[in-house]
């Protein structure tokens, strides 16, 4: 005979039958027995082991077997365990009491072998489909909770909020963003003299840094374009002075990046006014934002000097009062012809 793993409790107050009872599971191939001789020792067992299957005898001394299943099937913990009755017992009433309370099955004394066999097989195989249930749920629990974390990762939160509760986003028109645009001056040259581990290590400790820096300051990460990382304030959340948080958060990765790698030096862009926002793909999906207000951000970093924020004049006079300022004359910025810039070094 097989022997079989599941561990079984039995909750009998006579010797003899106990005794019987070990006989015919040991021929069972049913090797993992605990044995308890009235209710309360039955019930401290269960808090302090795990068993599959309980064999519950009606009546004993101190707590009988009605109170023992009552408590069981009271405890959120134990509930699940499936318990057979056993008892001497064999009126109606006895068993009908026993499956509402929640049995799930009745074995009369004197055992009879082939009925033991068929409906501890019956129960446990139902105990099994019911684990089996709930580890898949489970999974279903942790795929779903992995998936929604990762739309956090890709999405901001309230965009991807909004795609868990309606399967879709709205795009939408903002009248007022500030864009940041951040990259590193001569990368290409770097990165062919540098291994690719190095070069992508690097990378990912500058643009871990770089969110933290926009968490901090409430700018939105919006993605990376190689070397290149793009943020927004003013745009998933509200902001009174949505160009000065940028500014911040630029002066801020300007200090960083030197910290993370002290060959590098970086340039950063912001430009504020209305742009449109929403997500594109279908396969994987991408959060983006449209409009002359992100071109001119992106031609702000490619015009300005390493170490330093540059913005057109008339963004300037927005935050004049706060950030200190320098005056880069006309520049000529492609596709935009020649626009008087100012770079930014620091608050006042």
Known sequence: ????SESLLVVEDEAFNRTLIKRHLDAEGYENVTFAENGREALELVDN????????????PEL??????????ADLNHRHIPVIMISGVDDIESIVACIELGAEDFLPKPFNPALLRARLGA????????????????QIKTEKKRADGLLSVILPSTVASELKATGKVQPRSYDDVALLFCDIVEFTAYSVAHSAEEVVDNLQ????????????????????????FMAAAGLTQSDPEPLLTAVKGGLDMLQAAPQINPDWQVRVGV???????GIVGDQKYQFDVWGDTVNMAARMAGAGNPGSVTMTHDSWLHVQTECQGKSLGNIAVKGKGDIDLVEINGLK
Not at 1 to 4: I, N, Y
Not at 123 to 135: G, M
């Open 1 to 4: 005979m097989k022997e079989k």
């Open 49 to 60: 082991n795990t068993f599959d299957l309980i064999l519950l005898d009606i009546e004993m």
């Open 64 to 73: 009988d077997g009605f109170g023992v299943l009552k408590e069981l099937k």
């Open 123 to 138: 129960s446990l195989e139902k105990k099994r489909l019911r684990d089996q249930e709930t580890s898949y749920v489970d």
């Open 205 to 228: 400790r500058l643009f871990t840094k770089f969110e933290q820096i926009c968490v901090a300051h409430g700018l939105e990460k919006i993605k990376t374009i190689g070397d290149e």
């Open 271 to 277: 430009h504020s006014g209305p742009v449109v926002a």
